[in-house]
DNA sequence: ACCCCTGTTCGGCG
DNA sequence: CCGCCGAACAGGGG
């Protein structure tokens, strides 16, 4: 599920949690997504700690807890973040559980493709590959020529893959990256080295505008940005183009490995 | 049963 | 060394 604007949503859902202590921590013992730091120092890491704060990049989430301990969560293609009573018992795919006072702070992923990790630093900042992710859509560092230069770099390559590149677009997943093609009406196929620079401008600004929208629509309460997107049309086969007035069927194909959605008019 | 999947990483190849 | 590209990871749902 998650990208930028569901990752988002996703980082708000421990807030009840703010400012409460760690009692006790439920690990899954099967989880994969431990593979970085291993359970048994997030358990031992995190108990007694109190959580302070939490933040969101990209795809990557960021949870602070006292003693400059830092959390890193990365949802994969099923997590989930939730909470629960503090005494409820984890369920099948609940990997991670931290009981506070008043609520429990879930960790749920069915497939394993997330990641889980924990950090002190000793400067009261965040680990230093977290302080060093590049430039979100939305930050001040996203600008044209960070887009243009970014876009020369691989002439070759669809521009559909080049959104999905967390290099360059934090956050932007499939069907953002979808979504963008669409808007501006360019082929999701077309290799960037073919985009003049203008082209590459208006890139710069559809990302800008689809991130800011789906955080404000997606981002607060899982709201839905409405049948004038494509998200809401390119899910299942027979989709039709919802571009006013042009009602061509959806053509769904595999482009580099992810399923790939656009409207053979308006985008040909 | 069979096919699909909003993500990332790795190894082979040219 | 670089970029490209398919496979792999793993489970749920249609």
């Known amino acids: ?86 005494d409820s018992l984890p369920e099948k795919h609940d990997h991670l559980v931290l009981a506070l006072a008043s609520v429990s702070l879930v960790f749920r ?55 999905l590149d967390q290099r360059g677009f934090p956050g932007i997943g499939n069907w953002m990256a979808d979504e963008i093609c669409w808007q501006m009406r360019i082929a999701p196929h077309l290799p960037t080295g073919e985009m003049d620079e203008s082209t590459l401008d208006a890139l710069w600004k559809t990302t800008r505008r689809i991130s800011r929208e789906a955080l404000r629509v997606i981002g607060t309460d899982w709201g839905d940005p409405g049948d004038t997107w494509l998200m809401n049309h390119r899910w299942r086969d027979g989709g039709i183009c919802p571009r006013r007035g042009c009602k061509t069927e959806l053509v769904r194909a595999d482009l580099r490995g992810r399923t790939t959605c656009w409207c053979p008019v308006c985008q040909g």
Do not use: C
Not at 110 to 128: C, I, N, S, Y
């Open 1 to 86: 599920m998650p990208e930028l604007a569901e990752v988002e949503y996703y980082r708000k859902q421990w807030d009840p949690g703010i400012g409460e202590t760690v009692e006790r921590i439920r690990t899954h013992p099967a989880a994969r997504v431990f593979r970085d730091t291993p359970a048994a120092a997030i358990r031992r890491g995190l108990e007694g700690t109190r959580f302070l704060a939490s933040h969101a990049h990209g795809k990557q989430m960021m949870f602070a807890f006292s003693g400059d301990t830092w959390l890193g969560l990365h949802l994969g293609m099923s997590g989930e973040l939730k909470t629960a009573p503090p």
């Open 109 to 163: 992923d069915p497939r394993m493709f997330g990641k889980v990790t924990l950090e002190r630093t000793d400067d009261g900042e965040a680990p230093v590959w977290w302080r060093e992710l590049p430039p979100q859509p939305l930050d001040p560092g996203f600008t044209k020529t960070r887009v243009r230069d970014f876009a020369r770099r691989f002439p070759k390559t669809p521009v559909k893959t080049l959104l």
